[in-house]
């Protein structure tokens, strides 16, 4: 697969076989997932923990899945992969201390990255809502990426421990 065709874009890019304006919203929707999965990517640079690395990798696989969803309807979205998620939700605030404070995104740099990422998943979520008018999106891409900026948060809380920074 080439990378640079060599012709110029002119404001346009392809998506699958059709030319789109780079400013449209699918692309604007597909830019934010790309956002979000590098900024975990560094995230999991710095984190240890074999585990989180691991759940954090199969979360990335997952958002390139939304991806490929938005702009071809062959590429599905099952429920499965939320059912996934919200059981590692479980887990992980079975291993935290009840919160009853505005946490500040801050601490161990693993977890303000995971902080950073959680709020690029509530801006992908805007846009992927933001195009579900014009086109069709499956209703698992949405409900994901709602618990994916829960799951995030929380193993953002995980990793930092006692350095939690309260409001």
Do not use: C
Not at 51 to 75: A, C, D, M, T, V
Not at 100 to 116: H, R, T, V
Not at 145 to 161: P, V
């Amino acid at each position: 697969m080439k990378i640079v065709s060599k012709r110029g874009d002119e404001g346009n890019t392809y998506l699958g076989k059709k030319r789109v304006k780079k400013s449209s919203s699918i692309i604007e929707a597909i830019g934010s997932l790309d956002e979000l999965n590098s900024s975990i990517g560094i995230a999991r640079s710095f984190i240890k923990d074999k585990r989180i690395n691991n759940i954090l990798k199969q979360i990335q696989k997952h958002i390139f899945i939304i991806g490929n969803s938005i702009f071809s309807e062959k590429y599905k979205f099952d429920s499965e992969k939320i059912k996934w998620i919200e059981n590692k939700i479980d887990e992980f605030e079975k291993k935290l201390p009840e919160l009853n404070k505005f946490i500040l995104p801050a601490g161990s740099k693993e977890s303000a990255l995971l902080q950073f990422s959680r709020s690029l998943v509530r801006r992908a979520e805007r846009r992927v809502v933001k195009i579900k008018d014009k086109q069709k999106i499956q209703r698992e891409t949405i409900i994901y990426l709602n618990r994916l900026s829960d799951m995030l948060f929380l193993i953002a809380r995980f990793l930092n421990k006692e350095k939690e920074e309260y409001v």
